[in-house]
Nanobody, 124 residues
C-alpha cells in the first residue's frame, strides 16, 4: 500500500506560481513512478506530468510544457509540481498518482494509487 497526500494548492492570480507537493508513505517510494493529473469541472481527468523512479525520465503534457516542472525527492518520499505562468484554464483539482511503471501512469483506470487531490484556482 502507498498513501499519497497532496498539498500546496490554492488561489493564485494569472501569471502567478504555485508548487504542489505530494507526500508518500507506505511501501518503498523509490520503486514507484509518480505522476500528476488534474480534473476541471465537467471534464475528464487529464494527465499533466510523470516522472520515473530515479527522476531521470520526465514527461510533461504539451499544454503546460515550459510552464510546469515535475520533480521528486526519494529521501523525503515526495514528488513536486512547480507551476509557473499559471492561466485560468489551469484551474482544476490536481491529483498525485503512483504506479510501478510509467506505462501504467498513462492510463487513469490502471493506476494503483491516488491522492485525495488539491484545488488550484487561477483567477483575478
Amino acid at each position: 500500500q502507498v498513501q499519497l497526500v497532496e498539498s500546496g494548492g490554492g488561489l493564485v492570480q494569472p501569471g502567478g506560481s504555485l508548487k504542489l507537493s505530494c507526500a508518500a508513505s507506505g511501501r518503498a517510494f523509490s520503486r514507484y513512478c509518480m505522476g500528476w493529473y488534474r480534473q476541471a469541472p465537467g471534464k475528464e481527468r487529464e494527465l499533466v506530468a510523470t516522472i520515473g523512479w530515479t527522476g531521470g525520465s520526465t514527461y510533461v503534457t504539451e499544454s503546460v510544457r515550459g510552464r510546469f516542472t515535475i520533480s521528486r525527492d526519494n529521501v523525503k518520499n515526495a514528488v513536486y509540481l512547480q507551476m509557473n505562468s499559471l492561466k485560468p484554464e489551469d484551474t482544476a483539482v490536481y491529483y498525485c498518482a503512483a504506479d510501478e511503471t510509467l506505462k501504467a501512469l498513462m492510463r487513469p483506470a490502471a493506476i494503483d494509487y491516488w491522492g485525495q487531490g488539491t484545488q488550484v484556482t487561477v483567477s483575478s
